[in-house]
């Protein structure tokens, strides 16, 4: 039977179908202002009661206030957050290797990336072996995926989104067929009106696809909010 590791918010976790799966690798995709980096800070400040965490944060989005906003026992939990910030694509690849470690000599409860695509996108910026750097990305989301598999560790990584040139309407994950791949749990973010956002579950081992969460970001997290 798959284990599960809550979020920090039932609801969200009833969404999920009893929250994150431990064997596999789960995505959140979105524009900016989705709410991303909520959802990851809400889950770090609920799994670090118990276990450590490791955030990589790729973007500076690990902040300490709102943390503080979403724990209640801030100092305690504080402590079991491993926090790894690569400032470039090859510091990203070394941060990775250094999980191996960590998974080893401490009770890892969850493994977080945000995001997985920012550094990349970086290089990919200033490289002219975009082969190499898309199979490095690769090599990265594998490894995570690996992880998830034998140590039963669940993986929460984020990611960005860019429109179609062609396709107005249509959306593309940064990655593409790769990161789409080696994620066995897939959730898009979109933000509506009036501070209303929608998770929206594109891929799922055991629940039915375009499943819609409607929430908006409190102070506490995030709060359901019933679809009109």
Not at 93 to 106: D, F, Y
Request: glycine content about 8%; hydrophobic content about 35%; some cysteine.
């Amino acid at each position: 039977m798959v284990a599960r590791i809550g979020s920090g918010n039932k609801d969200f976790d009833d969404f999920l179908n009893g929250g994150y799966e431990d064997n596999i690798v789960t995505m959140l995709y979105g524009g900016p202002g989705t709410g991303k980096t909520n959802i990851c800070l809400m889950t770090a400040a609920q799994v670090s009661k118990q276990k450590k965490v490791i955030f990589i944060d790729t973007e500076g989005s690990f902040s300490p206030d709102r943390f503080k906003q979403l724990c209640p026992d801030y100092n305690n939990c504080l402590n079991n957050i491993f926090i790894l910030c690569p400032i470039d694509f090859e510091e990203q690849r070394g941060s990775l290797k250094k999980l191996k470690e960590l998974v080893e000599k401490k009770d890892i409860g969850i493994i977080i990336v945000d995001s997985i695509v920012m550094l990349y996108r970086l290089e990919i910026g200033k490289t002219k072996d975009i082969q190499n750097t898309n199979r490095q990305l690769g090599l990265q989301i594998s490894y995570l995926s690996e992880i998830a598999r034998k140590k039963s560790i669940p993986i929460l990584i984020t990611n960005q989104i860019y429109k179609d040139f062609e396709d107005k309407t249509k959306i593309n994950i940064v990655g593409g067929d790769i990161l789409k791949y080696w994620s066995k749990c897939l959730i898009e973010l979109r933000k509506l009106e009036d501070n209303k956002r929608v998770a929206i579950l594109k891929k799922h081992r055991s629940q039915a696809e375009n499943k819609k969460f409607y929430f908006e970001i409190i102070d506490k997290g995030i709060k359901k909010i019933e679809e009109k």
